[in-house]
């Protein structure tokens, strides 16, 4: 079985319906409990992504892109975190009332997340191969040779020099840049139909940012995903976003295409931005 094929057109199966949202997020709340009160980290957001689509979110520190994505992704420490209200409809079924384990087997293959910090998010001790092997090995049942060859296959496709030597290197031997390509490639690598990249090329050399971005958007146009993307930066939003949503004070103060947004944007923040 190929898992990333570029001769293969084939769309995955989808379970929901045409026309429906990939992903669907309504009148989301999130509030974290803690010694010193209740602070409401998102209050009321509503965004959507379609198949194929990017969602740029752009918005101060602090206004709740992350915690939204973490939501998202079931990835909220709970408690101190709650969700009083909202629905998360992904493929038209809301995540929130999904029963632990479906979660998780969602969360696992159907979405996957790329994170600012690659050093943190990948194991020490483990290869880069071990590593990405191991998705293939735990969600497909693959040998550990067979998966190890998926692991080259995908570090090639997310063009890394020298694949086949470097899949027993750990993560400290790469650089920054090749760190957040072994990265995309983990997240890539189940197929999800949905990417939501955290700030991904924040950490990097503004030389490699931009390589870094370009890479996800390929790969993103290739494999038709859909995409939220929260950065602040906004060459990269006009180049790639097809919607943009800008949240500030845990609100979505702002939600529309990109072209439209440049044309008139609505909100004195966003008019700061531009
Ligand atoms: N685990 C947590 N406990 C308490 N407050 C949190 C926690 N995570 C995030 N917050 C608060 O939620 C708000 C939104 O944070 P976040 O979504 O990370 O902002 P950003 O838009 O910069 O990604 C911030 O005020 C932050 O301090
Ligand atoms: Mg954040």
Request: no cysteine; charged share 20%; proline share 6%.
């Amino acid at each position: 079985m190929t898992i990333i094929d570029k001769t293969s057109n084939v769309p995955a199966p989808r379970s929901a319906p045409e026309g429906t949202p990939l992903l669907e997020v309504r009148d989301l709340h999130v509030e974290f409990h803690t010694r010193d009160g209740v602070a409401k980290a998102v209050n009321g957001v509503s965004y959507s992504v379609n198949a194929g689509e990017t969602l740029a979110v752009l918005g101060e520190s602090g206004s709740g892109k992350s915690v939204t994505a973490q939501a998202i992704m079931g990835i909220l420490d709970m408690p101190p975190g709650r969700i009083p209200h909202g629905e998360i409809l992904f493929q038209g079924q809301d995540l929130l009332k999904l029963p632990a384990e479906d979660f998780r087997k969602i969360r696992g293959q159907k979405i996957a997340m790329i994170f600012q910090d690659a050093l943190s998010s990948l194991n020490p001790v483990h290869t880069v191969g071990a590593q990405l092997g191991e998705m293939f090995r735990v969600h497909r049942g693959m040998s550990k040779k067979d998966a190890t060859a998926k692991a080259v296959e995908l570090m090639d496709r997310v063009k890394i020099p020298a694949a086949k030597a470097r899949v027993g290197d750990y993560p400290h031997q790469f650089s920054g840049g090749m760190r957040q390509r072994i990265m995309i490639a983990m997240a890539m690598a189940l197929e999800p139909d949905l990417i939501i990249a955290d700030e991904p090329t924040t950490a990097l050399d503004v030389t490699v940012q931009a390589q870094v971005m370009d890479l996800l958007a390929e790969l993103q146009r290739e494999m038709n995903m859909g995409l939220i993307l929260i950065t602040h930066d906004l060459g990269v939003v006009a180049d790639v976003a097809d919607k943009i949503a800008v949240m500030y004070g845990g609100r979505i103060v702002e939600n529309a295409p990109v072209h439209e947004i440049y044309k008139r944007p609505a909100h004195p923040y966003t008019r700061g931005l531009l």
